[in-house]
């Protein structure tokens, strides 16, 4: 606990808004953390389908070119690889999840057809067709899973972010506001009680003072009438 | 702004990622994993013209210190790995870190 803080009733003040505002802030980021955490789970789910989906057409596609590298030859493939006109290209846009920014990625020339290909159908067989197929395929499903595990990966930060700021109010900044706001409400009641030690103790000497005055008055008035009588 | 895929990795890898029109590729062979992939990982990562980045999970293992760990939380590109299994990678470990349960369980 923080005991450098000036018991004053301008500052307790002070630490009252204070903790207000830091439990307000709390709350706030409880439920923005609770809220990533569904958005997550969501996404959680899709990124495991897109996983899954992506091994299984990586397996194929290595499969495919396996096969047309054995029947055709390597040369026959890297022949029709290097006479590709169309490339893949990507273009990312951005969606804002609970103000997690994520990209929404959109590809074009991915899915190409025969006479798009451009290796020319007489000189190539039916297994480069497939191979090309098959990584076309799969190049689609790496796309969904950059997207989906970017959008993971940042969210993941996101809630990291958010957890780490919840447990700092809570485990914190709350509780030293709470033991300042403590210390100065006592010593607040302790001035106040030698405050009022204080009065009784001045009153009380007052009160001797004017006993003693009193009673050296009377004692006067008393040697100022004696000789009166005699 | 349209970017490109990249793919790193041995040239039998990268074979069949150029058949289906991948342009950006750096052939690394395998016995060459150790002082080259560094290299080649690093620069379609610093290319501005590249989005995703494909890799093999094996290779990951190959790379030092700083740039895996740049591959790991790189967003933009971003690293997708292929032939690791679902719960794979860097992701599971953070998972666990940010939600406190390992959810990538199978």
Redo the contacts between chains.
């Keep these: 606990m923080s005991k450098d803080v000036k018991p004053t009733r301008k500052n307790l003040m002070a630490i009252e808004d204070r903790i207000e505002l830091s439990e307000r802030g709390h709350d706030t980021l409880e439920k923005k953390r609770d809220g990533l955490?569904m958005e997550?789970?969501d996404i959680?789910d899709q990124a495991?389908d897109v996983?899954?989906d992506?091994?299984d057409n990586?397996e194929r596609?290595?499969r495919n070119?396996n096969m047309a590298?054995a029947m055709e030859g390597d040369v026959a493939?890297?022949g029709?690889?290097?006479a590709?006109k169309?490339?893949?290209?990507?273009?990312?846009q951005s969606k804002n999840i609970m103000g997690v920014v994520v990209p929404q990625?959109e590809s074009?020339?991915?899915k190409?057809s025969l006479d798009q290909?451009g290796y020319g159908l007489v000189g190539t067989s039916a297994r480069?067709d497939e191979?090309?197929d098959?990584?076309?395929q799969?190049?689609e499903t790496?796309?969904l899973?950059?997207e989906v595990?970017?959008a993971?990966?940042?969210m993941?930060?996101e809630?990291?972010k958010t957890?780490r700021r919840v447990n700092a109010l809570e485990f914190k900044l709350l509780p030293e506001l709470h033991g300042a706001q403590e210390y100065i409400e006592q010593k607040l009641e302790e001035q106040e009680r030698e405050e009022i030690f204080r009065m009784k103790k001045i009153k009380a000497k007052k009160e001797e003072d004017e006993a003693a005055e009193n009673a050296q008055e009377a004692a006067e008035a008393e040697v100022e009438t004696v000789p009166a009588d005699g | 702004?349209?970017?490109?895929?990249a793919v790193v990795g041995s040239p039998d890898f990268t074979?069949?990622?150029?058949?289906?029109?991948?342009?950006r590729f750096e052939n690394v062979q395998d016995g060459e994993r150790a002082e080259r992939l560094d290299d080649a990982v690093t620069s379609v990562l610093d290319d501005a013209g590249v989005?995703?980045v494909?890799m093999h999970d094996e290779d990951i293992e190959y790379l030092s210190r700083t740039v895996r760990q740049r591959v790991e939380?790189s967003?933009e590109p971003?690293v997708?790995t292929?032939?690791g299994?679902?719960g794979s990678g860097n992701?599971r470990e953070?998972?666990k870190?940010?939600?406190g349960i390992d959810?990538?369980e199978e």
């Design positions: 955490i997550f789970m959680l495991q996983r899954s992506l091994d990586y596609a290595q070119i590298r493939v890297r029709a690889a290097a590709l169309e490339h893949p290209e990507i273009t990312s990625i074009t020339k991915v190409k290909r480069i191979a090309a098959a990584y076309e799969l190049l790496i796309i899973a950059a595990e970017t993971m990966k940042k993941l930060d809630i990291e957890k | 702004m349209s970017q490109e895929i074979a069949g990622f150029r058949l289906a029109g991948v342009r989005g995703i494909v939380t967003v971003v997708v292929l032939g299994g679902t992701l953070q998972i870190r940010a939600i959810l990538m």
